[in-house]
Structure formats: structure tokens, C-alpha cells
């Protein structure tokens, strides 16, 4: 039951933290609206990568996703 409610957590947190990285990202580059998913996707994953542009504790929440998971929060908007 706890480790359910961890994981409904980690998954809003992912689900804000996606939509953080999606805002600063179409700062930075307006062309990301034109994008496909997939490749959103890479560019989000290479954000995460980066050091600097999230603390640890973001880092690590996020790097649980796969590309793919990524997508698929990205369609769910």
C-alpha cells in the first residue's frame, strides 16, 4: 500500500518535471513545437543528462523513464 502511494507520487512529480522541461526547452528553442514525440523525447533525455540543469534528486526520478516512457507522457498532454 505505501510503495502504491510512492509511485502515484514519483509519477506526478515525473508528470511536473516533464512539463517544466517541455516549457524550458520550448524557450530555448521554439522549433520544439514542430517536433515529432520521439524526438522531444531525445531532446528531454538529453536535458536530464546534463549536469547542472537538475538536482539529484530530479536526475534520478527521471532517469527511471525510458525514451519510450517519455513519449508517452509527452501524448498524454
Known sequence: MLHDKKSETDAERQKALLRRLVETLN???????????????????????EKGTLNADERELMARLSQRDIEVLLSLH
Open 27 to 49: 524557450q530555448d528553442k521554439p522549433e520544439l513545437y514542430y517536433q515529432s514525440t520521439s524526438e522531444i523525447a531525445r531532446q528531454i533525455q538529453r536535458h536530464i543528462a
